[in-house]
């Protein structure tokens, strides 16, 4: 009789053991989860983020090689009325040089 009562507070201890074990499991794994759905919002909105900043440097972009062009349409025109100029300024030059055929 004593050996089977020890035997059931033995038993009883292991019980309430594990009882316990499986409490904390389940706060665990409820943290887990919580932390696993706040992450998970996390991620969607750097994934929104990042495509917004994906678009936007796209569109930077095209506006840096638009920029570009123009810059180079500019520097074609800057040399052509500079050429222009220098022609324009020989040409009278030498126009006004004595002894020449006018």
Do not use: M, W
Not at 32 to 57: C, I
Not at 69 to 90: A, G, P
Request: proline content about 2%; some cysteine; hydrophobic content about 30%.
């Amino acid at each position: 009789l004593r050996r089977t009562h020890l035997l059931v507070e033995h038993l009883v201890a292991e019980i309430d053991a594990l009882g316990e074990a499986q409490e904390r499991y389940r706060t665990e794994c409820e943290a887990q989860r919580a932390s696993s759905e706040k992450l998970e919002r996390e991620l969607a909105r750097l994934q929104a983020d990042n495509a917004g900043l994906q678009h936007k440097v796209a569109r930077e972009h095209e506006i840096r090689i638009a920029a570009q062009e123009e810059r180079l349409r500019l520097e074609r025109e800057i040399e052509i009325d500079s050429e222009r100029h220098f022609n324009s300024c020989s040409s009278r030059s030498s126009l006004s040089l004595p002894g020449s055929p006018s």
